[in-house]
C-alpha cells in the first residue's frame, strides 16, 4: 500500500436543503475511486444521516457543514463536521440500535436511527469532539469482488449482519 | 433529490405514489401527506414506494410516525413497491417487523 | 432585494478525473437555486472549463481547484480559482471567438475554445490574478420565465446570439 | 461522468457509437478511438453521438483534430444524432461550418 492519498475538502450552508447536494458529491468522488452501486448507496446514507445532525443538531441559529474526504489505494475516508458547542458525543456510538419491536407501537421513536445507520454501513465509525462534532467513517475498497479482512474489520455484509441480530 | 407525491381516493383505500428521494429536505412533505390520512378511522393508507430511488432514517422516522398515528386512531398503514435498497433499510432498522410491508412491483390494491 | 447568501467552498485535487465531480456538485447546488435544465446545462460547461484551465495551465506538478459558489435571490455567482504562479491573464478574455470557417481545415485550433464557451454561457465573467488564478461567472435566475435585464447586462439568449454573431 | 465506445466496420465506413459525457477526462478515450480511423485513406468515419449527453471545449478539440487528420489522409468525418444541447455548442462554436453534422437520432449509414 503506498501513501498516496486525494484529499477533498467542502463547506455548505447546514440547511436541510443542502444534504442532497453533499450526497451527490460523494456519489461522484466515490464512483471516481471505483466503488460499487451498493457501496455508493450506502456511502450516501452515512454522509446523508452525519449532515442531517449536523443540520439539526449542531447550531443554535446558522452553521456550515464541513465534508473531507480521503481517497486511499484501499479506502475513502468521509469526515462530516460542524463547528457546533455540542460536548461529550464520545458516548453517542453506545447507545445505538435498530427497533425494538417487542415494543408497544405507540412507544417507538421516531428517530434516533441515524447514527445506527452510519454504523451498520460504513466499515467503520469514530466520533470525536474538537470544536464541534467530527464523525469519520471508513469505507474499505474491495477490487475485483475480494473480500479483505484487514486486521478483523469486518467488511460492509458482516456488518449488515451484525446490525441485523443486534 | 425532489419529492413527488400523487394521492389516489377509493372506497376505503387512500394510496400514495411516491417518487423521488425521501430526505431531511423532503421528509415533511411526506408527513403532510400521509398522517392527514392515517387519522381517519377505518381508513386503509397505502404508500406505493415504487419509485423512491433513495430514503434515509428521516424518511424512515415518518413512517414510524404514520403507523403510531394509524394505531392511535385505528387506520391501517402499508407500504408496497419497495426496491431492494428501500427494504434493505427497513429490515436493518427492524421496522420491517412492525410495519405492514410488500416487496416488489405490486400495486396496492386490496 | 436582500442581502441574503448562501455560500458553499469546495477543494479538489486538480486532476481532469475529478473535473465530473465539480459538475455534479454546481449541478445540484444550481438545481436547489432553483435553475433550468438549460441554464443548469450552461453552468456545468462553463465550470468545466473553468477547472479543465486549471488541471491543463495552472501548476507545474501537483495543486487544487477552489471551487466557491454564492447563491443570492437573483443570481449565482461560481469562482473557479488556483494557487499556480500565471500571471497577466487579465487579457486572456480579449482573445477569444468561435472557429474562423474561412481558414483552411489544416490551420485550425485544437484548443482555446474554452473562456470562449464560458463568456458565451454565462451571463458575466470576470478573471482576476492574484495568488493564481480566479476566474468568476455569474448567471442570473430568471424566475417564471421572466426575462430580466439588470444594467443592461444581457441575458443568456442575448450573449448566445452574440456569440455566434462575433 | 463515463465515456463508452463502441467501433462497428462495414465495407467502407466505420461507426463509432459513443455513448456517456466527453470531457478533459474521457476526450483522450475518444481521441484513442478516432484518429486511427481518419488516418485510412477513403475511409468514411461516422461518429454516432445520440447517446453523448455532456460535451466540452476539450471533446470539441478533438473532433477539430479528427477533421484535419481526415482532411490530410484523405478520409471523411462525419457526426450523427447530436441532441439539442450538443449541437448547440457546435453552432456556438462555429464548428458546425467547417464539419459535416447531422442532427436528430437518425442512424449512420451510407
Ligand atoms: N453533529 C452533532 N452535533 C450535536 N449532537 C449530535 C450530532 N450528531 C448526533 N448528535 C446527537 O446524537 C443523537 C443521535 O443521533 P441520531 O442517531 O442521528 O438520531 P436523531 O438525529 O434522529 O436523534 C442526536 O439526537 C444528537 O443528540
Ligand atoms: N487557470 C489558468 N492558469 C493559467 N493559465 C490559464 C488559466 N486559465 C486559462 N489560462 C490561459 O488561457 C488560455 C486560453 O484558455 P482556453 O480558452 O480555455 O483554451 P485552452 O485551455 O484550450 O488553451 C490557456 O491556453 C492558458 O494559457
Known sequence: MTDHADHFEMKIPAKAEYVGVVRLTVSGIASRAGYSYDDIEDMKIAVAEACTNVVNHAYKKTGYMLLSCVIREDRIQIIVADRGESTEVSSLLENIGPIDSSKPVSELKEGGLGLFLIDTLMDKVEISNESGVAIVMTKFLHRDGVEQHVDGIPTSADKQEQGQKQ | MNLDIKTEHSKEEA?????????????????????????????????????????????????????????????????????QRVMRLFSITGLDEVIDIEEGKKEGTQ
Not at chain 2, 46 to 61: H, K, P
Open chain 2, 15 to 83: 394510496i400514495l405514489y411516491i417518487e423521488g428521494e425521501v430526505d431531511a429536505y423532503t421528509a415533511p412533505q411526506l408527513k403532510e401527506a400521509i398522517e392527514p390520512l392515517t387519522e381517519k378511522d377505518g381508513q386503509l393508507v397505502t404508500v406505493d414506494l415504487t419509485n423512491v430511488s433513495y430514503i434515509d432514517s428521516t424518511g424512515l422516522g415518518i413512517f414510524v410516525g404514520a403507523l403510531k398515528s394509524s394505531e392511535a386512531n385505528n387506520s391501517k398503514l402499508r407500504l408496497v413497491g419497495l426496491n
